[in-house]
């Protein structure tokens, strides 16, 4: 009498090798996705932090009747900034200026133009690394 025993069922190598192919495909999509995320997530708290120093130089200038010509200091928008009891721009810092301060990451400009980024914008065809972040 023979003793039959069950057949060990093993994945081919084959079937192995298309799994792990299908599965790092599907990572390489999601790392891509989330670093297009970060980057555009980085701009656009760029973008804020110059809608805010737009919005405290019109502020600035309303209260001290000044023209389209004036040019504020940093020290005469700080108070506008609402980033505590007396304004602080120790926070107000470009997000890909890494270690940088107000002065690094941004140009206040005259009244009549809007602020500026210093740092170089991220991937993209509006946005590249030659290309600063603007307010449109």
């Known amino acids: 009498m023979k003793i039959k025993h069950p057949a060990k ?6 079937e192995i090798m298309i799994v792990l192919v299908i599965i790092g495909l599907l990572a390489g999509i999601a790392i891509s996705n989330f670093l297009h995320a970060r980057s555009l ?4 708290a760029c973008i804020n932090n110059l809608r805010q120093i737009n919005s405290a130089k019109q502020q600035w200038a309303m209260e001290k009747g000044k023209t389209q010509d004036n040019t504020p200091a ?3 928008i ?8 007396n304004g602080s721009l120790a926070g107000v810092v470009c997000p890909l ?8 990451s941004y140009t206040i400009g005259s009244l009549g133009m809007p602020p500026q980024c210093k740092v170089g914008g991220v991937g993209g065809a509006k946005y590249d690394s030659n290309y600063p972040h603007v307010l449109n």
């Open 78 to 85: 700080q108070p506008y900034l609402g980033r505590s009891a």
């Open 97 to 104: 200026n890494i270690g940088g301060s107000f002065d690094d």
């Open 41 to 44: 997530s980085q701009m656009n």
């Open 9 to 14: 069922q093993v994945l081919p190598l084959l």
């Open 74 to 76: 940093d020290a005469d």
